[in-house]
C-alpha cells in the first residue's frame, strides 16, 4: 500500500489543524462527520442556516429541539442547516490569539458567511456565551454595529419570551414554535434578496408577520423610578403586540426520525420521543407550562411508529419519552407498554419520565428500572398543603404517603424529592413543612416494610432544594424574589428542620448555591438597560456562567456597579399590577387579566382546577387547538 | 458464532477515541441489523471486544473486534454494516472463527505501523538505510519509562522486530502485546537521537498497518485468521 495513495483519498477539510485538534479537550466536539449529520453541496442550496446551542457540544446536542429544527431545515431543498456550539475555553483561546473564525460543525465554514444564525435560548446564564458565539464568529456584538453581509442573527426558546436583556445583540426574535412560520419566514428572505431590498426592508416585512420581534423597530421610554413608561413600535407597519406562533395540528406535525448521533458521551445520549407541548396543570411557578398552551398531543400510532424508526436510523440503547407532564398523555400506557415490549425483544432500556406514582407507573417502573438502584421521585415544590395551594401544584400529602407506600411494598426505597424555597407568601412553618414531610415518608417505610423485608437497606429519602425565581407570563411575575441572605437563612431552616425529625439519619438534604439565582432572577425579569452589564460582564471575562465552577460573581457585582444598574430593582420589589412589564408587549396565548386573577387566587390559596376538569379561560383557546374547545373565551 | 471484524479507522476518525469508537459501533450494530448475541445478567450488553485501542491521532487500516453473533453471513454483515458508517470508518472484512480461537487481545504480538513527516518532509533526509542497520545491530537499547513511583530503565531493543526505510516513510513492525507494547514513535526517537537530530514527536504522523498474532513462530496478520462465512 502505498502511502501516498491513502494520503490522498482520506483528506477532509477541517477548520482547525491537527496541531490544534491535538491539544485540545475532547477533539471530536469540533469536527462533525456524526451519524446522520446532513452534509449538502452549498452550490446546490440558497440559504445556509446556522443553528446554534450556545453551551459546550455536549449540551448542545442533548437538546431536542435544535434536532427539530435541524431536521425541519435540511428538509426545505433550498436550505442547507448546520450547526455551532461553543468551543470550550481552551479552543476559545486559541482561536482568538490565531483569528481562526468560528464555524459550522457539517461544512467546517466559517458561520459569518451564513445568511442566519439561529440561536436557542433555553436558560439566562448562557447569555454571555451567546456574546462568545458572536465574537468568535467575528460578528458585530452589537447588532446596530453589523452590515447587511453579516448573517441575520436570530433568537429563539424560552427565554425569548422576555428578550429584553439582550436585544441588542439580536437583528430579530422569533417568538414560539420553530415549525410554525420558518418557511415564510425564508421565502421572504430569498424574495427580499432577489429584489435587491435592504437589512432593514427585510426586518419590516417580516415584523409585519406578527411572531417576530425585532428590537431595533421598537423604543423603550422610562418613568423617573425606572419601571417602564412606554414600549412602542418606531416604524409603521410594525405590530404593537407580537403574537406567539405555535403549530396548531399537533397529531400531524413532522419529528426527526433521524437525529443526529454523537460520538462523545453527552449529558443526553438516547433516542428522545416528544408525547406533546404544553401542560394542564397551571402550577403557578411554571413559565414553561404557559408558554406552549394550549396542551396538544401528538398522534400515538404515529409516535410508537416514529419511536421504532428513531431507534433503527441511531442504533441508540436507551429511549425516553419528553414532555412536561407525561402522566396527563391520554395514551401514556398505550405507549409505554408499546416500547416496554419492543424494546426488551432489542435490549432497549427505556427511561421513563416523572410520572405521577399510582400503580400502573410503578408497574412500568418496575419492568423498565432496577427497583434495588432507582429512586422514586416526587416535586411537590412546598413541604405543607397550604403552600402547594398557593402554588397550584395539586399534589397532596396523601398522594406522596399512597405512592410511597405502594412503591415500598414493591421493593423501592429510594425516594427524591424536590422543593423550591423562597415561594411567595411562604412562612416558616412551611419550610419546617419540608423536613415533617420527609419524615412521614420515612415512618411510611418503617409501617409498611417490616423488618425481614428490609433487603436493600432502610429507606433513603434525599430531598432537594432549589430557590424560586418569578418568571415572565406567570402568575408570579409580579412576585418579590427573596434576596440571598434569605435564601440561605430559608436553606438553613430547611436542613435544621430535617435534622430535628425522629427519621433525620434516613434522610439527605442537597441545597443549590444562591448566587446564580439572583443573577439569574434579574435576567428573568430584566429589561433594556441590563445589555450593557452583559457586554460588560463578557468583557470581564464571564462565560460558561451556567457552569458552577466557571460562574464569578465578584465580575458580575462590578459590572453592574460600573453600568450603575441596580440589581435589586428586577428582583426583591413586589411589581404593581399596573407596572408595564418588559414582555408585556409580547402574546405568549395567556392573557394578563387570567395571570393577575391567578396571582389573586394565589394571595388566597385558592386552587385552580386543571384544563382537563374546566376551562379557566386563560385566553389560550384562540388558538383553538389541543385541548382547547370553544371561541377563547 | 465467533467472528472477527477488520475495519479502518481515519480522516477525521482518528480524532475519536477508543471508548467512542466501542460504543459507536455498538450503535452500529443496532443500525445494520445484525444478530449479535448480549450477555446474560441485569444489563445485558452486546458480545464485543476489542483487539487493541489506538491512541488519538492515529490512523489505522488494521483494526479489530470480535463478536458474538447468532446469525449471519460475512457479506451480508459486512455490507449491512458499511452502509451505516461514517465517512472515516470501513469494514474491510468479516470472518468466521473458530469456536476455540484465542481473543483478539489475548493473541495480538505485533502491530505494523508507517512513519512520516506530517507536512512534505522526507523521513528519508534525515534517516537513512545504514541509521536503521546499526540500531537494529544493537544487543540492547535502554531507555527510561516513567511509572507512577519511579523512573525505570527499559531495554526496548527485543521489542523491535523489523525497520525498514521506504520513499517517504519508515515501516516499523514492533512489539504490541499487552505485556510488551512499543510505541512506534519511541523507536523512531532513538534513531534521531543517535545521530544528534532534534525530535519532536508533533511533526510526525503514525499509521497502523496491520496488527498480527504468533503461530508456531510466525507473526500471522490478524486478518489472516479464520474464514468467511
New interface residues.
Given amino acids: 500500500?502505498l502511502?501516498?495513495d491513502?494520503n490522498k483519498e482520506?483528506?477532509?477539510k477541517?477548520a482547525l489543524s491537527?496541531?490544534i485538534?491535538?491539544n485540545v479537550e475532547k477533539?471530536?466536539r469540533y469536527?462533525?462527520?456524526?451519524?446522520n449529520s446532513v452534509v449538502k453541496n452549498k452550490n446546490d442550496i440558497e440559504i445556509r442556516f446556522a443553528m446554534c446551542f450556545p453551551d459546550v457540544y455536549e449540551i448542545g446536542m442533548s437538546h431536542i429541539g435544535i434536532q427539530i429544527l435541524y431536521d425541519m431545515f435540511n428538509k426545505y431543498d433550498d436550505v442547507w442547516c448546520e450547526r455551532v456550539y461553543s468551543p470550550w475555553t481552551d479552543l476559545d483561546l486559541i482561536m482568538r490569539e490565531r483569528n481562526i473564525p468560528l464555524f459550522a460543525l457539517e461544512s467546517q465554514d466559517p458561520i459569518k458567511d451564513f445568511d442566519f444564525l439561529g440561536i436557542t435560548i433555553q436558560y439566562e446564564m448562557c447569555y454571555t456565551n451567546i456574546l462568545q458565539i458572536l465574537d468568535l464568529a467575528q460578528i458585530p456584538l452589537l447588532a446596530a454595529d453589523r452590515g447587511d453581509d453579516m448573517p441575520i442573527v436570530i433568537g429563539g426558546g424560552p427565554c425569548a419570551y422576555n428578550p429584553e436583556p439582550i436585544c441588542d445583540f439580536f437583528d430579530v426574535f422569533y417568538i414560539g414554535e420553530g415549525e410554525a412560520v420558518y418557511r415564510d419566514f425564508l421565502d421572504i428572505y430569498k424574495e427580499c434578496k432577489a429584489n435587491g431590498e435592504s437589512r432593514r426592508e427585510f426586518l419590516i416585512k417580516i415584523a409585519a408577520l406578527g411572531c417576530f420581534y425585532v428590537p431595533s423597530l421598537y423604543d423603550v421610554e422610562y418613568n423617573d423610578d425606572n419601571t417602564i413608561k412606554s414600549f412602542k413600535p418606531n416604524t409603521a407597519g410594525v405590530p404593537e403586540v407580537v403574537t406567539k406562533a405555535i403549530v396548531k395540528d399537533m397529531k400531524n406535525c413532522d419529528y426527526p426520525v433521524k437525529p443526529v448521533?454523537p460520538?462523545?458521551?453527552c449529558t443526553q445520549d438516547r433516542a428522545v420521543l416528544e408525547i406533546q407541548r404544553g401542560c394542564i396543570r397551571g402550577c403557578r411557578f411554571c413559565q414553561a407550562g404557559e408558554l406552549y398552551r394550549p396542551v396538544r398531543e401528538r398522534d400515538v400510532e404515529d409516535m410508537k411508529k416514529k419511536g421504532l424508526e428513531i431507534?433503527?436510523?441511531?442504533?441508540?440503547?436507551e429511549i425516553s419519552l419528553s414532555s412536561l407532564s407525561s402522566s396527563d398523555y391520554s395514551h401514556l400506557e398505550e405507549l409505554v407498554d408499546y416500547l416496554i415490549d419492543e424494546c426488551s425483544k432489542?435490549?432497549i432500556n427505556i427511561s421513563l419520565p416523572s410520572l405521577r406514582i399510582d400503580n400502573y407507573a410503578l408497574d412500568a417502573f418496575g419492568k423498565v428500572q432496577?427497583v434495588k438502584k432507582s429512586s422514586l421521585t416526587f416535586a411537590p415544590e412546598a413541604g405543607t398543603q397550604r403552600m402547594r395551594n398557593v402554588i397550584n401544584k395539586g399534589l397532596t400529602e396523601e398522594d406522596i404517603l399512597n405512592g410511597s407506600r405502594m412503591a415500598f411494598e414493591r421493593g423501592w426505597n429510594k425516594v427524591k424529592l424536590y422543593f423550591m424555597l423562597g415561594l411567595p407568601g411562604e412562612t416558616r412553618e412551611d419550610i419546617e413543612g419540608i423536613g415533617v414531610l420527609c419524615d412521614k415518608i420515612a415512618r411510611e417505610f418503617f409501617d409498611t416494610v417490616p423488618k425481614e423485608e428490609r433487603k436493600n437497606g432502610p429507606v433513603q429519602i434525599t430531598a432537594s432544594t432549589s430557590f424560586f425565581i418569578p418568571k415572565p407570563f406567570t402568575a408570579f411575575q409580579w412576585a418579590p424574589m427573596n434576596k440571598r441572605d434569605e435564601f440561605l437563612e430559608k436553606a438553613y431552616i430547611t436542613r435544621t428542620s430535617i435534622i430535628s425529625q425522629l427519621n433525620q439519619k434516613r434522610i439527605k438534604y442537597n441545597w443549590h448555591e444562591a448566587d446564580v439565582s439572583e443573577l439569574e432572577g434579574v435576567f428573568a425579569r430584566g429589561d433594556r438597560r441590563l445589555n450593557k452589564v452583559i457586554l460588560n460582564a463578557y468583557h470581564k471575562g464571564c462565560i460558561y456562567d451556567a457552569w458552577g465552577d466557571m460562574f464569578d460573581m465578584d465580575k458580575w457585582l462590578c459590572a453592574f456597579k460600573e453600568e450603575n444598574v441596580d440589581m435589586d430593582f428586577y428582583t426583591i420589589r413586589e411589581r404593581s399590577l399596573d407596572e408595564i412589564l418588559p414582555w408585556d408587549f409580547l402574546d405568549c396565548g395567556v392573557n394578563k387579566e387570567w395571570l393577575k386573577k391567578e396571582w389573586l387566587n394565589a394571595k388566597e390559596g385558592k386552587v385552580t382546577p386543571n384544563c382537563k376538569v374546566q376551562c379557566n379561560g386563560c385566553g389560550a383557546a384562540k388558538y383553538k387547538t389541543g385541548i382547547c374547545t370553544g371561541d377563547g373565551k | 458464532m465467533k467472528v472477527r471484524i477488520k475495519f479502518s479507522k481515519y480522516s477525521v476518525m482518528k480524532y475519536i477515541g477508543h471508548l467512542d469508537i466501542m460504543r459507536y459501533f455498538q450503535k452500529s450494530m443496532r443500525r445494520a441489523g445484525v444478530d449479535i448475541a448480549y450477555s446474560g445478567g441485569y444489563s445485558p450488553h452486546q458480545i464485543m471486544s476489542f483487539a487493541a485501542p489506538l491512541g488519538v491521532g492515529v490512523e489505522s487500516y488494521g483494526e479489530y473486534f470480535d463478536a458474538e453473533i447468532n446469525s449471519g453471513h460475512s457479506n451480508d454483515i459486512k455490507n449491512s454494516l458499511n452502509e451505516v458508517m461514517v465517512k472515516g470508518i470501513d469494514i474491510l472484512s468479516v470472518k468466521l472463527l473458530p469456536d476455540n480461537a484465542q481473543n483478539a487481545m489475548a493473541s495480538i504480538a505485533a502491530a505494523l505501523y508507517y512513519v512520516s513527516y506530517k507536512d512534505d518532509c522526507n523521513i528519508k533526509d534525515y534517516i537513512s538505510e545504514d541509521d536503521i542497520v546499526s540500531l537494529l545491530k544493537k544487543e540492547s537499547i535502554f531507555i527510561t519509562k516513567q511509572t507512577k513511583k519511579q523512573e525505570m530503565e527499559f531495554d526496548i531493543r527485543p521489542h523491535i522486530y523489523d525497520i525498514e526505510i521506504k520513499d517517504g516513510f519508515i515501516s516499523l513492525l514492533v512489539d504490541a502485546s499487552s505485556a510488551g507494547n512499543l510505541k512506534p514513535l519511541v523507536v523512531i526517537r532513538q534513531l534521531y537521537e543517535n545521530k544528534n537530530l532534534e525530535f519532536n514527536e508533533n511533526q510526525f504522523k503514525v499509521i497502523r498497518i496491520d496488527m498480527f498474532t504468533r503461530i508456531d513462530e510466525k507473526l500471522i496478520s490478524l486478518g489472516d485468521l479464520g474464514d468467511e462465512f
Fill in positions: 500500500m502511502l501516498k491513502l482520506n483528506e477532509t477541517l491537527d496541531d485538534l491535538m477533539c471530536a469536527i462533525g462527520n456524526e451519524i448521533v460520538f462523545i458521551k431507534l433503527k436510523n441511531t442504533g441508540h440503547e432489542n435490549f432496577d
